[in-house]
């Protein structure tokens, strides 16, 4: 059976491998890691340790019988959905990454102009604790990077990737996520799959691009900062079409 572990702004659990607050270098898993003042520039942060977290309930989920852990999925919300498509790449055991409404750093592309976008610069000033320190000294520059997160989102291939946005959240600025998940689809042929082909425009509120038998998929839903009814049917649609008994 599919099996999915919510993390999210609503799940109550993130926070024991992570904390939110100011002295968070120096707890929970970090504390495993670096003695306090230890910490490097590009070691990890809150995000990198939700996902490490999720990778530990997977172990789990291979440990029980009644779970076959080959075919479970990562879903999150907001940091959620950041995180979950960095367990999607970072971990290949989960068939399936759903990052919803994750906006900057998630599936959106930085070098877009989107008037009411979040800007990559604002959100590492306000949630720095999220990412590695040395995000500092690239984030206000982000309209030079020779890269972008499409090629992040390439790196789930070729298992499946579900991106989701609302209409109505402006900030995480649908129509960059939906880019982020066309311009990673080639990636996806090279393992002879489908993805969203280059000539699809942003689909219509309540609708999902992407080829029924691909793997790669664009959700978008009529409302604005969340995961509701409609989307969890999404997804267990594609995922039972995919990965449900034959």
């Avoid at 960095?86 to 068939?95: E, Q």
């Avoid at 990077?145 to 499409?150: F, K, L, V």
């Avoid at 664009?218 to 969340?226: A, D, L, R, S």
Wanted: one cysteine or more.
């Amino acid at each position: 059976a599919l099996v999915q572990y919510r993390i999210d702004q609503y799940a109550p659990d993130y926070g024991e491998f992570a904390p939110e607050r100011a002295d968070w270098r120096d707890r929970h898993v970090f504390a495993c890691y670096r003695k306090p003042g230890e910490r490097k520039p590009d070691d990890w942060g809150a995000i990198a340790a939700w996902a490490w977290g999720a990778s530990r309930v997977l172990d789990w989920m291979a440990e029980e019988p009644l779970i076959d852990e080959t075919k479970a999925a990562i879903v999150g919300l907001s940091r959620g959905g950041k995180t979950a498509l960095w367990a999607g790449v970072v971990d290949t055991r989960w068939a399936m990454a759903c990052p919803s409404c994750s906006g900057c750093m998630g599936p959106r592309l930085n070098r877009v102009d989107i008037p009411q976008r979040e800007p990559l610069w604002l959100l590492q000033r306000i949630q720095h604790f999220w990412f590695c320190d040395s995000l500092r000294t690239i984030a206000d520059c982000e309209n030079d990077w020779p890269y972008d997160m499409h090629q992040l989102v390439a790196c789930v291939a070729p298992r499946t990737v579900v991106v989701t946005d609302g209409k109505m959240d402006y900030i995480a600025a649908p129509e960059g996520g939906f880019q982020g998940a066309r311009l990673a689809s080639p990636v996806w042929g090279l393992y002879g799959l489908k993805g969203i082909t280059a000539d699809t425009k942003l689909p219509p509120a309540n609708t999902v691009a992407g080829d029924p038998d691909g793997r790669v998929f664009f959700n978008h839903h009529k409302n604005g900062h969340e995961v509701g009814l409609y989307d969890w049917n999404r997804f267990m649609d594609i995922a039972d079409r995919l990965y449900g008994a034959k």
